[in-house]
């Protein structure tokens, strides 16, 4: 059957009004399926629903370039037709369009089935390792300027390269040093990647503020919330420290999520801090993708910011109030993530 859908794409690639043209099949189609079922090989995907979902997975803007804005629901819908046809197992279908469906991002370990992480990362390879169609595809089809296509071509290398998995950068390095080079990138350093340095003082600065708020608060504050319905103070700062453990797994490209029993006020607080410290220890020995980075950042350090304002407010409505403080003026230090912080500076009521 393989062979009867890769026959099906070709012909439709070979169509006169296909905007992609004939040779989106040899420069996308093919390096996705090939890179795809390597990547198969290394993760335990099942290679028949990964090479499936890659030979079809652009299906719906090679017939029809307008629905490119919503090819990979579209494209899944067809698959699954075509699928349905020549007889396959609804139970596969189910799995190829899934595949299909979330292909616009490469997805790390943990985030979809390992069908979906194989052909989601297989997209950006080979975007990585076809850069001469790429660039056909900016200057032709997007109708860009040289400067401008070259700088959408190179923004689409360092995006993905960042958001690949560690097995698929492997299977494609070489690629990535030429891609870099075409597009007029450094090793792919030419946009500033943000700084860990950035991260670790934010992870310093949420320990400084987490210290100050679970300092001095008696032991059955723990149960305090501030409605029957609400989450108690322990039960907020437990999720503290379930954001931290995952921010650890993330980082290093997993998602992991553990929801921890709350364990009593004086544990809690540290668990919360060697949680913290562990995450501080990981940032340190990288380097990690950019994409990891602002993930950290934008899922669980926010996150635990926001959780600690929750504690200095109920810590006010309990009657132990937390102090006000210039925190712009505080001694925050990366790396200092125990609850030994420095004295305030500038305190107010």
């Given at each position: 059957?393989?062979?009867?859908?890769?026959?099906?794409?070709?012909?439709?690639?070979?169509?006169?009004?296909?905007?992609?043209?004939?040779?989106?099949?040899?420069?996308?189609?093919?390096?996705?399926?090939?890179?795809?079922?390597?990547?198969?090989?290394?993760?335990?995907?099942?290679?028949?629903?990964?090479?499936?979902?890659?030979?079809?997975?652009?299906?719906?803007?090679?017939?029809?370039?307008?629905?490119?804005?919503?090819?990979?629901?579209?494209?899944?819908?067809?698959?699954?037709?075509?699928?349905?046809?020549?007889?396959?197992?609804?139970?596969?279908?189910?799995?190829?369009?899934?595949?299909?469906?979330?292909?616009?991002?490469?997805?790390?370990?943990?985030?979809?089935?390992?069908?979906?992480?194989?052909?989601?990362?297989?997209?950006?390879?080979?975007?990585?390792?076809?850069?001469?169609?790429?660039?056909?595809?900016?200057?032709?089809?997007?109708?860009?300027?040289?400067?401008?296509?070259?700088?959408?071509?190179?923004?689409?290398?360092?995006?993905?390269?960042?958001?690949?998995?560690?097995?698929?950068?492997?299977?494609?390095?070489?690629?990535?040093?030429?891609?870099?080079?075409?597009?007029?990138?450094?090793?792919?350093?030419?946009?500033?990647?943000?700084s860990v340095d950035l991260l670790r003082h934010t992870l310093a600065t949420l320990c400084y503020r987490g210290a100050k708020a679970v300092r001095a608060a008696p032991p059955e504050f723990a149960s305090f919330r501030a409605?029957?319905?609400?989450?108690?103070?322990?039960?907020i700062l437990a999720h503290v420290g379930d954001l931290l453990d995952w921010a650890v797994h993330m980082v290093q490209g997993r998602h992991v999520w553990r929801e921890a029993v709350p364990l009593p006020w004086a544990e809690e607080s540290e668990r919360f801090f060697r949680r913290a410290a562990e995450l501080d220890h990981v940032l340190a020995s990288g380097p990690w993708p950019t994409a990891a980075l602002e993930r950290v950042f934008q899922?669980?350090?926010?996150?635990?910011?926001?959780?600690?304002?929750?504690?200095?407010?109920?810590?006010?409505?309990?009657?132990?109030?937390?102090?006000?403080?210039?925190?712009?003026?505080?001694?925050?230090?990366?790396?200092?993530?125990?609850?030994?912080?420095?004295?305030?500076?500038?305190?107010?009521?």
């Amino acid at each position: 059957m393989l062979e009867d859908i890769r026959q099906e794409v070709l012909e439709a690639c070979r169509r006169p009004d296909n905007v992609l043209t004939p040779a989106f099949y040899d420069q996308h189609l093919r390096l996705v399926a090939e890179h795809a079922t390597a990547l198969a090989d290394v993760l335990g995907a099942e290679r028949e629903i990964v090479e499936l979902a890659a030979w079809l997975h652009d299906l719906s803007a090679v017939l029809d370039f307008s629905t490119l804005p919503t090819h990979a629901e579209a494209s899944a819908q067809l698959a699954a037709s075509m699928l349905a046809r020549r007889g396959y197992p609804g139970d596969r279908i189910d799995r190829v369009a899934g595949a299909i469906r979330r292909h616009g991002a490469p997805l790390g370990a943990g985030e979809g089935t390992a069908e979906e992480v194989c052909v989601s990362n297989a997209d950006a390879m080979s975007q990585i390792a076809a850069p001469a169609f790429w660039l056909f595809f900016a200057f032709e089809v997007r109708k860009l300027g040289f400067a401008e296509g070259q700088r959408w071509y190179g923004e689409r290398v360092r995006q993905g390269w960042q958001a690949l998995v560690p097995e698929a950068r492997a299977l494609i390095e070489s690629e990535y040093a030429l891609a870099c080079r075409v597009a007029g990138l450094e090793s792919g350093a030419a946009h500033p990647l943000p700084s860990v340095d950035l991260l670790r003082h934010t992870l310093a600065t949420l320990c400084y503020r987490g210290a100050k708020a679970v300092r001095a608060a008696p032991p059955e504050f723990a149960s305090f919330r501030a409605a029957a319905d609400s989450r108690a103070a322990g039960q907020i700062l437990a999720h503290v420290g379930d954001l931290l453990d995952w921010a650890v797994h993330m980082v290093q490209g997993r998602h992991v999520w553990r929801e921890a029993v709350p364990l009593p006020w004086a544990e809690e607080s540290e668990r919360f801090f060697r949680r913290a410290a562990e995450l501080d220890h990981v940032l340190a020995s990288g380097p990690w993708p950019t994409a990891a980075l602002e993930r950290v950042f934008q899922g669980p350090i926010a996150d635990a910011l926001t959780h600690v304002g929750q504690i200095n407010l109920l810590r006010r409505l309990a009657g132990v109030p937390v102090r006000g403080e210039n925190y712009a003026r505080a001694e925050i230090v990366a790396g200092r993530t125990d609850a030994a912080q420095a004295a305030p500076r500038v305190e107010f009521e």
